[in-house]
């Protein structure tokens, strides 16, 4: 009993970090949750004969990893829209199409990881001083495009890259958590960076405003949103702005095609009636609400959007339109009206 109490009491602060890891090699919630289920049940069964040769957190990141790597060796990647072809140019067709076959990439919302914007961390990351450009590096970590490219890197080169990048662990330290020489770990490290640059270039410019100017672009967004204005929306977008609707997968860039995607989808549909402020990946986030069917006054929950800034407007909508999202963000699935 003493040892199993030890175990819970040293390991479950590790948590939060270990779930971030699983999910950048995975790209799923749920996968990400079972894996660290599993690990924490191989370390716990294994924990009396813990040498403690490496630290609780670096074995706690190796079983994690293996099992990870042995879960990806016959998974296909998990993409978002904008990954798999051309951006579509009929906003006014029929977008209910949902192909079977494609297993998507999840956001992850933050409140699965305890992430403090104000604090300036977020767990899985090293711990960063709050100040503004170590707030922007400990967001990068999970944001949605460093996530959704990492899907097209070999899960060995995956596990190398998010450790020594992102994690910022030494070579040594990743050569001994995945049993390699140092030079084979160089060498997975150049081969994932030069991928990396090849599927995303622009994946670590990350230009948002500061966090007084983005309340203030969200809280437009969000009203004109609600009031299905637009052309208010069109302000705040960039012109070669995206959206996007997993599980849908089409996708629709520029300002003259979005302006058609909005203002269609709204007379279609009807006004949303809430939009409610969260965050996912490190991003700002709404929770979208919208009339129940029989409008008996309620309001339930449509979808999840996460934004993605360039500099003072928004680059990249990610409407994912799976209503459980906004429940893992911890937020009431109905609301009154």
């Not at 074995?59 to 990806?72: D, G, M, Q, S, V």
């Not at 992430?115 to 990351?125: C, K, L, N, P, Q």
């Not at 549909?269 to 990946?281: F, Q």
Request: with cysteine; hydrophobic share 45%.
């Amino acid at each position: 009993m003493r040892i199993q109490e030890d175990f819970i009491r040293l390991a479950d602060p590790f948590r939060p970090e270990i779930l971030a890891h699983c999910y950048r090699m995975l790209g799923s919630i749920h996968d990400a949750e079972d894996l660290v289920q599993e690990t924490y049940l191989r370390a716990w069964r294994s924990y009396e004969g813990f040498e403690g040769r490496a630290s609780l957190r670096t074995w706690l990141y190796r079983i994690a990893t293996n099992a990870c790597l042995t879960a990806l060796e016959h998974r296909a990647r998990r993409p978002l829209p904008v990954g798999i072809g051309a951006p579509s140019t009929d906003p006014e067709g029929d977008l209910s199409a949902i192909p079977p076959e494609i297993t998507w990439l999840q956001p992850l919302p933050d409140a699965l990881l305890a992430f403090d914007r104000s604090a300036g961390a977020v767990a899985g990351t090293a711990t960063f001083a709050a100040d503004p450009a170590s707030v922007v590096a400990a967001r990068a970590g999970l944001r949605l495009a460093l996530v959704a490219a990492l899907q097209y890197l070999p899960p060995r080169q995956r596990a190398v890259l998010i450790l020594r990048d992102v994690l910022g662990w030494r070579a040594a330290e990743v050569a001994d958590l995945l049993g390699l020489t140092a030079a084979a770990v160089a060498s997975l490290l150049k081969r994932a960076r030069t991928r990396l640059a090849e599927v995303a270039p622009d994946v670590e410019e990350v230009a948002e405003p500061t966090e007084a100017e983005q309340r203030v672009i969200l809280d437009r967004w969000a009203r004109a949103f609600v009031n299905a204005d637009v052309e208010a929306l069109m302000e705040l977008l960039t012109d070669d702005a995206i959206w996007e609707m997993p599980p849908q997968p089409m996708w629709f860039q520029g300002a003259a095609m979005l302006r058609r995607l909005l203002g269609f989808r709204m007379r279609q549909h009807g006004r949303y009636r809430r939009m409610v402020a969260t965050s996912a990946n490190g991003q700002r986030a709404f929770a979208v609400y919208s009339v129940a069917d029989g409008d008996d006054g309620r309001l339930i929950a449509e979808s999840l959007q996460v934004i993605t800034f360039r500099g003072d407007r928004i680059a990249k909508v990610s409407a994912f339109r799976t209503a459980e999202l906004v429940g893992m963000c911890g937020l009431p699935m109905e609301v009154e009206r």
